[in-house]
């Protein structure tokens, strides 16, 4: 099944910039944490943001820190993605995630289907 709905993905140039929306049909917000991963063709997942379900704190990888900003706006169950300075090791499925908000121990049950990202040089 599809829980939640990426988009926004494309290819860009080096230091372009991209949104990707993820939304939750159907859907409202309680306390769930909502996060984005990402993989690169044979590369293991790799864990890019992360926002709790009150979007009062976030998380960032070190690899994305200062480039990326995550939003969430619960009343739409959408969550957002901004990224900025975009470079080519950025090239990866992006996936949106969620689960219970347990603040850094949550586990993230759900899960898109994945945007393709492709950043040339």
């Known amino acids: 099944q599809v829980h939640l709905v990426e988009s926004g993905g494309g290819l860009v140039q080096a230091g372009g910039s991209l949104r990707l929306p993820c939304a939750a049909p159907?859907?409202?917000?309680?306390?769930?944490?909502m996060a984005w991963f990402r993989q690169a063709p044979g590369k293991e997942r790799e864990f890019v943001s992360a926002?709790?379900?009150?979007?009062?704190?976030?998380n960032y990888g070190d690899s994305v820190k200062g480039r990326f900003t995550i939003s969430r706006e619960s009343a739409k169950n959408t969550v957002y993605l901004q990224m900025n300075s975009l470079k080519p090791e950025d090239t990866a499925v992006y996936y949106c995630?969620?689960?219970?908000?347990?603040?850094?121990?949550?586990?993230?049950?759900?899960w898109g289907q994945g945007t393709q990202v492709t950043v040339s040089s």
């Open positions: 926002i709790t379900w009150s979007g009062g704190r976030t």
């Open positions: 995630a969620a689960g219970v908000d347990t603040g850094p121990s949550t586990r993230y049950s759900y």
């Open positions: 159907g859907r409202t917000f309680r306390r769930y944490a």
